[in-house]
């Protein structure tokens, strides 16, 4: 392998490349672009094209895409070809200023929940400018952001883009506020710490479970599972590190920053952490993070699994969204500062942080819903689905201080009064300690814990930055209109501290009695399910926040809620037909096989010691022959509730939330206690000792 510098971003159209390639004029004209927001024009936009085309048929790509974000979760690419005819049947390599800037994918097969009729197939996908391209399989792929020709999102990236914008306008009227003028952009930065299972691929491949779905439907709980929490700081095996090596160098060839890769609690469990960076980019490089492993994976014999619980009673997987805003000035706006003024806008920015999770509770608990994701919030090490927000006895003791106007009891005792007292020093070693916040104050960012393994880091950034600009708006509006900064400042801050604090918890997330308190004491949110928090998105005050910063429509909206919900209905349906196939094709034949074997065994023996029935026998045939008859009826039962899902996809949701995963539940009780019963060499899948501990 070459040098880590020189391998890093070597598949990048990046900065270093735009700079030593395109003319100067070309080049500030696409830094104003990328800097600024500024249109680019056609002009420039061949001269980048060219430039482009010439580097990837360098380092020998054939074809472009415009690589985009769909409703679908995953990424989508149509790939052209370069090549274009010249005279005397030659070829020329070719790449226009406008094939850069927009395509036109066939759309017809995204869903748009509505919002572009099929017979209007035409979408289109435009340049974002501000994420770099890059070579990936021989094929330039270019960032692009994706919209129906009324101008409506149907991606990810588009919202995403809106939320920054409308961060950056009101965060920039605060720190007007504040007298910094040379401040021109503020951006909101993410470092998603990425959990996955590895598991050996000859193993994946015999059950449907995992090839369907992502996760295993049955499977009894086995002797060892992850109680002793040996794995977390157990050594890497070779496996596993060289599949690690190989994932670290794939990826730092694109530009990403792969920084830790470490094991985690749960047995075959592990994290890769990159460094932070701007939020749509940070995006970007997880979906082709997630898209890597499983092709890495592959090479290694393995399977990458990144669902949120692939294993029932083993910890689940999630994204780590560390989020901070910081300005183009190099200021962390999430970090205490030095000066009295610092420290009252750190104050004011952290403030509105604590708002707009106490007022946006149903938005961020939206923005991570999905059917996989409601096995993990809640249950082993997952932050529960009440959101709260951690923040450390120190920094909690300030605040309160301020609220009530009395002294700090910190390692100072004396009243604080914003704008002109330094803030008590606390300590950030002790802001990190709580791993069951769902929201953390980490020291100078958020550590938003929620988010699902498989999802796009997307929507819940888009509601983050949505709900801290509200926050921001609301405060500029108050402050600029003020006789007496200060003390309008000092009486704004207390005021929101009073309002919000009962979104603080410093306690332990994952007890009942929490959670008993923040829904019957603090009136905090519990939404357990998809369809439960997908209900807040259609609340007045939810949509009108939305519309007013541009980040979405009333119908975008609308076609969203319709597409979250039909996925979640789909993947429930999905899974309760693998589990019907497994149970009547391989578990119920393999039981009937096991019996006859007994039986006639049993027949053999008889006949052999006539005067010593053997009573074991007669047993273990019995408890089978019941549990072969309970897994019929639970197999038909759950036949019949699949059957009778209908109505509308908002009904549809809430009859599965109710019917359908019960019955699955109640069928893979009874499989998982039949499988402990019987001889392994008829049980027809690998089991969960078999997955978990076979790498
Ligand atoms: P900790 O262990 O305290 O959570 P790490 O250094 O391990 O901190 O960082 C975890 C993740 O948080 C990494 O992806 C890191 O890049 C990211 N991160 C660190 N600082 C910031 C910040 N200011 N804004 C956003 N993400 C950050
Ligand atoms: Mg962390």
């Known amino acids: 392998m070459s040098s880590v510098p020189e391998l890093f971003g070597s598949m990048v159209f990046d900065d270093k490349v735009m700079r030593a390639r395109l003319s100067a004029e070309v080049y500030d004209s696409l830094r104003d672009t990328i800097r600024k927001g500024k249109k680019l024009d056609l002009s420039v936009a061949n001269a980048v094209a060219d430039a482009m085309c010439a580097w990837a048929v360098e380092n020998g790509a ?5 690589w985009f974000q769909p409703l679908t979760g995953i990424t989508a690419e149509k790939h052209d070809g370069f090549i274009s005819p010249a005279p005397d049947s030659h070829v020329l390599m070719k790449f226009s200023g406008r094939a850069l800037i927009q395509g036109e994918p066939d759309a017809s097969s995204f869903p748009s929940g509505g ?18 391209a890059f070579i990936k399989e021989k094929t330039l792929c270019i960032p692009t952001a994706f919209c129906s020709y009324g101008g409506e999102a149907l991606d990810k990236k588009t919202p995403l883009l809106r939320s920054m914008e409308a961060l950056n306008s009101q965060a920039l009227r605060i720190l007007r506020l504040f007298g910094n003028a040379d401040v021109q952009r503020v951006v909101p930065n993410v470092g998603p710490e990425q959990e996955y299972f590895l598991i050996d691929r000859e193993m994946y491949l015999k059950r449907k479970d995992l090839i369907y779905t992502g996760r295993t439907l049955f499977g009894a709980k086995p002797p060892k599972g992850q109680e002793l929490e040996d794995h977390y700081f157990g050594a890497i095996k070779p496996r596993v590190k060289a599949f690690m090596e190989d994932l670290d160098e794939e990826l730092w060839k694109l530009g990403v920053y792969a920084k830790t890769e470490h094991n985690e609690v749960a047995p075959c469990q592990h ?15 997880n979906q082709l993070t997630m898209e890597i492993m499983k ?59 604590i708002k707009a999770v106490d007022e946006y509770q149903g938005l961020l608990r939206l923005g991570v819903a999905s059917a996989g994701n409601d096995h993990r919030l809640g249950a082993n090490e997952a932050p529960p689905a009440v ?100 003390a309008a400042l000092h009486e704004l ?13 410093n306690g332990n997330g994952y007890d009942d009695a929490w ?7 603090r009136g905090l949110l519990n939404l357990r399910t998809t369809p439960d928090a997908l209900q807040m998105v259609l609340h007045p005050e939810n949509i009108g926040m939305l519309v007013r910063h541009g980040i979405f429509s009333e119908a975008e909206i609308r076609s969203r809620y319709e597409i979250t919900l039909e996925n979640y209905v789909r993947t429930v349906r999905i899974e309760a037909l693998t589990m019907l196939d497994m149970a009547r094709r391989e578990i119920l034949p393999a039981l009937r096989r096991y ?43 759950l036949a019949s509730f699949v059957a009778a899902i209908g109505g509308d996809v908002s009904e549809e949701a809430f009859f599965i939330r109710d019917k359908v995963l019960d019955a699955m539940a109640a069928l893979r009780k009874v499989c998982d206690e039949a499988e402990t019963i019987t001889a392994a060499e008829y049980w027809p899948f690998p089991t969960y000792g078999d997955l978990l501990f076979g790498v």
């Open 62 to 66: 054939t074809h472009f895409t415009h």
């Open 115 to 132: 919002l572009r009729a099929t017979f209007e197939a035409r979408g289109y996908t435009a340049w974002d400018p501000t994420s770099y």
């Open 271 to 285: 994290e890769l952490a990159p460094i932070f960076t701007v939020t749509n980019v940070a995006a970007d490089h």
């Open 295 to 353: 092709k890495v994976a592959r090479r290694h014999g393995l399977v990458c699994l990144l669902h949120e619980k692939p294993f029932a009673g083993v910890n689940g997987s999630g994204k780590h969204n560390n989020w901070s805003m910081s300005t183009d000035t190099g200021l962390n706006l999430l970090s205490p500062g030095e000066t009295p003024y610092e420290n009252a806008q750190f104050l004011l920015f952290l403030v509105a942080v």
């Open 387 to 486: 959101i709260s927000v951690f923040l450390g006895d120190e920094l909690s003791a300030v605040l309160e201080a301020i609220e009530t106007d009395s002294p700090y009891t910190g390692t100072e005792k004396r009243r604080l009064r914003l704008g002109t007292d330094v803030l008590p020093r606390f300590n950030r070693d002790t802001t990190d300690r709580n791993r069951t916040s769902p929201f953390a104050f980490t020291g100078n960012k958020f550590e938003f814990r929620m988010v699902g393994s498989s999802d796009s880091i997307s929507c819940a950034n888009i509601m983050i930055n949505a709900a801290v600009a509200e926050a921001l708006r609301q405060f500029a509006d108050r402050l600029e209109g003020a006789e007496d900064f200060d």
């Open 493 to 505: 801050i207390r005021e929101n501290i009073a309002a919000h604090k009962r979104i603080i918890f």
């Open 515 to 521: 959670i008993k308190e923040a829904t019957e004491v």
């Open 595 to 637: 019996r006859g074997e007994l039986a006639s065994s049993y027949g053999a023996a008889k006949q052999l010691v006539p005067v010593l029935p053997c009573r074991s026998d007669v047993k273990l045939i019995t408890r089978l022959t019941s549990l072969i008859d309970a897994i019929d009826e639970s197999t038909e039962a």
